[in-house]
């Protein structure tokens, strides 16, 4: 793995929606480390995967703002494209998907 990566939040990380993010990039430290154990080749795949994260994580944050969430759906697709275009397979989206519902299952238990 990486030394850039953030350290692992442990159950600290799963205390509440907005996770741990201690290098400030605007994902959860958990997911961070997942993309890049998970899909570690090319770096275009992972910051389209880190992208595609970002914005999913962001509208269920935003779930109670009806109008912030049809804006980040825009962004949603986006990331989606790119996702596309750079992987060539939604393969990818499943596995960021998988880590995402992990995470909030883990936080309505």
């Known amino acids: 793995m990486a ?6 939040p442990g159950e ?9 993010d201690s290098d400030q990039n605007g994902l959860h ?24 994260a970002k914005v999913t994580q962001s509208m269920m944050l935003a779930s109670e703002d009806k109008e912030k969430c049809q804006q980040l759906a825009h962004s949603l697709m986006s990331a989606h494209l790119c996702l596309d275009d750079v992987a060539g397979s939604m393969d990818a989206v499943d596995m960021i998907n ?4 992990s995470a909030a299952a883990c936080l309505e238990a």
């Open 98 to 101: 998988l880590a995402l519902q």
């Open 29 to 52: 430290d958990d997911i961070d480390r997942f993309i890049a154990s998970n899909d570690p080749n090319p770096a275009k795949i992972r910051a389209a995967l880190r992208q595609y």
């Open 12 to 20: 600290a990380g799963q205390k509440a929606v907005e996770g741990i």
């Open 3 to 8: 030394a850039d990566l953030p350290p692992d």
